[in-house]
């Protein structure tokens, strides 16, 4: 209602209002004592808002005189602007509730004085403002605004980030924002985009909150009751100075900061599911607000991502080759490729207590190390993503990936121990792997493949996830840590280091690899009997790689050669040994013969081409995948027709090179800097997505029992595995482990 206190007729201002389109916001600034700050707001507003839209600034019984006489100035230049002074305080409710009558039926856009506004501002919020049409308000992101104050939520800063001016830090959150609109529990009131039909469905701010705190999450609550929303505009940041919208005089701001809590009190006593629909929103992983907070943040400090290298021991098998060439790959293209990132990734290795101090890694000076313990006792080590480069195997494994990323990726590499009972010690061992197995790809973000093969395998499995959950990543085989030399094993002085030495006869077969079954040693015996049957082959069959002692083919494979006379003196084991000799094994090979029956991708074949020697695998699983179209395999599991392509390879030097060339052009598409690309790409697309399930320990509390029902003698018989397999590291690691899964940790 108009009084004869204010400063000029009101018959004026709707004079002016009637000039602009009644389909055009109006912005309104209430005006408080802070000189610096309005000159600032103001020149903000006139320099990024659209000539047609009408800025009302209010000034509240200034006594500072100056502001008066620069916005009266102001007002005479800019005919778009216009500077009316209320003669009464009525605080910031009650200059708001003046506007807000004198502007209709326009919607309103109230700005703090304290605030300073990007370019291309208003277009923003309006567009989250009509994002929904029950929408009744939006709010900006900004470094001073409670919940949505960016880089960290909840923890107002009246500053900018460190060496960013206003225009980067917008740009930043612009260019990277998933426009995700998220349901806010309260406008905030700093600067608000407030629709013509919330205040016609609700009324204006309530005078009780004068002379403002609370005066917004009241009308919030009021248009929530009245079924309409509050939404976050995520692709816009404002600087907000903070705390100075209601003056500078020091009584004041006492009076103010006692009224706080008195009507916090009022808004909890009004709608009691205010504060725990607050809390929810900042403290739960699914909510969208909470997804577009951390992608602002990611745009101004980056994102941290872990990869879990803890499989990682002082014996470089496929798993730990392919854990730490990633992370190396990963750390080189983020490395050269890190300026130009619209949100940053910043890598952390964790690695296993066990693994000696510098083992295998040459590190960047941008990948930090930690190691599993670190983790049990320091609750900052919480990250925005973690990678599980191969599978997940233990129930704390699942809570490692809980507890430590508040996204998790889990790399699929096969299926192979999943379908083979064979491989664990006995049927409740194998059951619990599969459970704790399928809880992992049920609930990850998201999930790698190594193949369309083994892609193809989980889903007939019924291990099936969201497809655009899933990537097809191959492996590189262009190794650069792979002549890293490992420690190896005490060996005798007697044993040599050439294949003479070991009794090896040439032209000999090398077959690479462990002694699992599905490796098939069996039928490389056999194909080896053909070979002397048919071509009286001279040479001698090495299998090379560590012997496993459950889930071997070894009563198989024993029995072959002691019935086989051809076999006699003819086959060579060699336990595993260091990068040195393993190359030195294959350049010196007639052939590489990799029969394997289960293999998730298959690295062999590409580590004897590109030592220039001829590989030979079987066209099943992801071989022909893998190795395409050019190379020759072999057909079926007759080992005489096996033979003859075996032959061909061994003595014909023109089928040799010709195999080696379309292994080698293959190599081309896998190497690790692709790999890496397309990874650190998918760990963009996983944190830009919601959080696939609340929690994932939730899904595998059923496991919590068999694991305490686990007998003494198996916990003996993994101690006694990790001993053989690890030595003293590994045993302590494993009781260490115990302990913590004892006190609850992982």
Known sequence: MDTPEMHASTAELTRWLDTFAHDTPTVIVPIFDTYD??????????????????????GDALADERISQALRAIDDQDQRF????????????????????????????????????????????RAAAYSQSIVATATPFTNHGSILSVPDIDQPSSELPVGMTLDQVDNRVRQTSLRLRPVLPSCIGYCVYIKRLALDAVGLFDEAFAPGYGADEDFSQRCVRSGLLNAACDDLFVYHKGSRSFGSDPAQKTKGRSNQS???????????????WRLNSTTNDGQPLLRALARARAALVGYRVAIDATSVTTNAAGTQVVALELTHAITRWLDAHRAEAPCPIYITVLLNDALPEGQFLELSASLNVVRLSQTHNDPSLRFDLIHRPFQVTT??????????????????????????????????????????????????DGVIFISEEGRREAEQLGLQIPTERTRIIYVGVDHRLHSVPVKPPTVPETEGTGAQAHGIRPPYILVLGTNFAHKNRVFALRLAQALVRKYRWEGSLVFAGP????????????????????LHDRVVRLRARDETFKTDLIKEAALVLYPSLREGFGMVPFEAARLGTPALTLRIASMPEVLGDRVGYIESLDATEAADVAWILMTDANQSRAQVEAIQAQADRFTWDQVAEDTVHFYDHILSQAKRVPSVL???ADLNESLQERSWLERARVAVRALVTQGWPGLRGTIDEYVNWRKGQF
């Open 37 to 58: 700050d309005v000159i600032a707001c103001i020149q903000s507003l006139r320099c990024h808002t659209p000539a047609n839209v009408p800025i009302l600034a209010i």
């Open 82 to 125: 216009v500077y009316f002074k209320l003669f009464a305080n009525s605080g910031l409710v009650g200059s708001a509730n003046f506007a807000f009558e004198r502007v209709k039926p326009r919607d309103v856009v109230l700005v703090h004085s304290d605030v300073i506004v990007p370019a291309r501002w208003l277009e923003r919020l």
């Open 262 to 276: 008195a009507q916090a009190t009022m808004i909890d006593q009004r709608y009691p599911w205010y504060t725990p």
């Open 395 to 444: 129930q704390r494994d699942l809570k490692m990936l809980e507890t430590l990323g508040r996204r998790c990726i889990v790399s699929q590499l096969d299926c192979i121990a999943y379908t083979n009972p064979s491989y664990m010690h006995d049927a409740k061992g194998w059951l619990e792997y599969r459970r704790v197995n399928e809880v992992a790809l049920a609930t990850a």
């Open 547 to 566: 012997a496993m002692t459950i889930g071997n083919a070894e009563a198989d494979e024993i029995s072959i050669e002691t019935n086989a006379t051809e």
């Open 698 to 700: 939730r899904r595998a």
